[in-house]
């Protein structure tokens, strides 16, 4: 049913900063939380950053005070705003539900932080 189309990913400096952008179809955001997710090569997929429906946030420690989820409701879309990123932020984001993901994940966008 729901689908999720990551964008807004790229090539930064570390100390750059990146907006990523999550669409879905339908009504996801009246109804469950979404999460961005994402997986470096040879890694394991983690939660980044969380959002509900009711606006409350919460992210990784590897992130906080560089992330910040978002969302507009009108549009179906959430957003994750990168600043201060580090080599260690590179990776394939994904937007998924939260807390309990569709077993289905998008292409997902690559962000790379490299100089």
């Known amino acids: 049913q729901v689908q999720f189309v990551e964008s807004g990913g790229g090539l930064v400096q570390p100390g750059g900063s990146l907006r990523l952008s999550c669409a879905a179809s339908?009504?996801?955001?009246?109804?469950?939380?979404v999460g961005w997710y994402r997986q470096a090569p040879g890694k394991q997929r983690s939660l980044v950053a969380s959002?509900?429906?009711?606006?409350?946030?919460n992210y990784a420690d590897s992130v906080k005070g560089r992330f910040t989820i978002s969302r507009d409701s009108a549009k179906n879309t959430v957003y994750l705003q990168m600043n201060s990123l580090e080599p260690e932020d590179t990776a394939v984001y994904y937007c998924?539900?939260?807390?309990?993901?569709?077993?289905?994940w998008g292409q997902g966008t690559q962000v790379t932080v490299s100089s």
């Open positions: 998924n539900s939260f807390p309990l993901p569709r077993t289905s």
């Open positions: 339908g009504s996801t955001f009246s109804i469950y939380g």
């Open positions: 959002t509900i429906s009711g606006g409350s946030t």
